[in-house]
């Protein structure tokens, strides 16, 4: 459950301490006080989509921080390595930054707002007026559905078995063509891959070209470089070479080397260098013939490079690219030459599929019928006890109009029919509910869910609007009975309702120093009967309407206490 919940700078609060308790949770205050924004903190702290604008004008930041207790082992806590410490306590802060930054912590470890949004989701469930509207909106009712009957399991069955034969179907539509378009690609490919085929491309080649295109545009100067290095070493007509010279002075050493050692020594090293200088000389000769070009090659060179120029800007940025493009569309070209095969093939998978889904469907359905049942029994029997005696209830079932008479939710379209008055036909929710009647529908589905739900805190936002009188005891009886199984937080403006609670929060705003601020306080029960003679008797509160509010307050520790025993 929620704990604590501290704010700081969000919207009107320049910070608030809120200590939660188990049981019934109630905030009351004058309209604009300030109410909805705990609600906003709350959803904040749990990862919901925020605004700068909810950071107090003049501060660089807001923070929220929520303390839980008495957790179960939620799904969240294994998938992120993260939960309650050794004292079963789970500390969540969320700070919001000016700049649109967002730092998010949980157990004090950090992470991302999705993964927050993720984890609040399995933490508190907030209904808010909004979730009329959803009621209203019968793509919500199969859900509302599956969600009482525990089915999930089911759906999860049928929704592997469907993902399946939905992929089948993929790949046979992709397939099918018609004659004229099969016989246009045909041919395009046929064409593609003829012309890359006939390039003959190798990986490399790029590269081996463009090297030995900067050979051949400098064959010139290289043969005349090669030519002249070995006209200095070998010699000319005209000159003696290096190599003809150091075999004179080898000559000559070697007249005296017997003389001393260290002539000995010159001799040898000079002949080391002439048999090097030799070497030398026979490898430049050999390159004088390696680099005498043909004007003819480079024009081929020139021409092959022009060829993979406009290849590559049909086919891809590389030889690398163009082969697996190759590659690519002769796989194509066999699925098509080989597609009517391979369809009826696919074709009788899809058949066997279709029988296997169809009869997880079936199933499905036939047990979303059966809870349909127990969701009647259970709201009509609900809506009873919130002073709608006379309501009927039920649940309508459709096939599915596609093609399949299948979709990912399996073979049923389902709406929530009612009938408010005796002798009326059962129709939409939208066509017949007033704005009381859906609140009080929505709290006593919300009632009938919560008992398969794991999450254990429910927040209502002013969801009573619409209900008055004694249909106005009857939800706070029922929020009341409700809140014996989970934590429940209301935002409400009805006394009755007020008077149920087992913690009652005032909110309420002032102005100081030139800015206005929300406060809140934890009322006692003195404060309590201030408070509900206020809702009930507005800005005069006479002694008849404080009687009136203690009534109130002894009525519901009755209730209360008769519910315990």
């Not at 919901?48 to 930041?61: P, W």
Request: glycine share 8%; hydrophobic share 40%; proline share 2%.
């Amino acid at each position: 459950m929620l704990s604590l919940l501290h704010i700081e700078n969000i919207a009107l609060i320049d910070r608030a301490d809120l200590t939660f308790g188990p049981g019934f949770n109630v905030l009351t205050g004058e309209t604009g006080a300030g109410k909805s924004i705990i609600i906003d903190a709350i959803s904040a702290v749990l990862g919901e989509r925020t605004s700068r604008d909810l950071i107090r004008t003049g501060e660089k930041a807001a923070q929220v921080t929520a303390l839980f207790r008495d957790l179960p082992d939620l799904p969240w806590f294994e998938e992120n390595g993260v939960g309650p410490d050794e004292n079963g306590e789970l500390l969540i802060s969320r700070r919001i930054q000016a700049d649109g930054r967002n730092l998010c912590r949980v157990a004090g470890v950090p992470c991302t707002v999705v993964q927050l949004k993720a984890l609040g989701s399995q933490l508190i469930d907030i209904h808010g007026q909004h979730d009329g509207q959803q009621l209203l909106d019968e793509t919500c009712h199969l859900g509302y559905l599956d969600s009482f009957g525990g089915l999930a399991p089911d759906l999860a069955a049928y929704r592997g078995a469907y993902d399946g034969l939905a992929a089948l179907q993929k790949q046979i539509s992709a397939l099918q063509m018609d004659e004229a378009e099969k016989a246009r690609r045909i041919d395009s490919l046929q064409f593609q891959i003829g012309e890359l085929e006939r390039a003959q491309l190798r990986p490399g080649e790029e590269e081996e070209l463009e090297e030995r295109r900067t050979i051949l545009r400098s064959a010139d100067r290289l043969t005349a470089a090669i030519r002249a290095a070995h006209d200095a070493l070998s010699g000319s007509d005209s000159q003696a070479g290096a190599g003809e010279l150091l075999a004179e002075a080898e000559n000559a050493l070697g007249q005296v080397a017997e003389v001393a050692e260290e002539f000995d020594q010159l001799h040898r090293r000079l002949a080391e260098l002439r048999f090097g200088l030799e070497d030398l000389s026979v490898q430049l000769r050999d390159m004088r013939g390696a680099y005498d070009f043909s004007p003819q090659e480079l024009d081929q060179v020139e021409s092959r490079s022009d060829q993979l120029y406009r290849l590559k800007k049909k086919y891809g940025g590389t030889v690398e690219e163009m082969l697996a493009y190759l590659d690519k569309s002769r796989e194509e070209l066999e699925r098509i030459e080989l597609a009517d095969d391979t369809i009826q093939k696919l074709k009788k998978q899809r058949k066997k599929i279709f029988s296997q889904v169809k009869e997880l469907a079936v199933g499905l359905s036939e047990k979303r019928k059966a809870a349909a049942e127990a969701l009647k029994a259970r709201i009509e029997g609900e809506l009873r006890e919130l002073d709608m005696p006379k309501v009927r209830f039920e649940t309508e079932f459709a096939p599915k109009t596609n093609a399949l008479g299948l979709d990912e939710t399996g073979m049923d379209e389902v709406r929530f029919l009612m009938s408010a008055n005796v002798g009326e036909n059962l129709k939409p929710i939208a066509k017949v509910a007033s704005g009381g009647e859906l609140s009080r529908i929505m709290l006593a589905l919300k009632n009938v869910l919560a008992e398969n739900d794991s999450i254990k805190t429910l927040i209502f936002d002013e969801v009573d609007t619409g209900v008055s009188g004694r249909a106005a005891g009857k939800v706070a009886e029922k929020m009341s009975r409700l809140s014996r199984r989970c934590q429940v937080l209301c935002v409400t403006h009805l006394a009755q309702i007020a008077a149920m609670s087992d913690h009652h929060f005032s909110v309420s705003k002032a102005e100081r120093d030139g800015r206005t601020y929300t406060g809140v306080a934890d009322l006692d029960r003195e404060g309590r009967k201030q408070e509900l003679a206020r809702l009930t008797g507005g800005v005069h509160v006479s002694p008849a309407i404080l009687e009136g509010a203690e009534e109130l307050l002894r009525e519901a520790e009755a209730f209360k206490e008769k519910e315990t025993d």
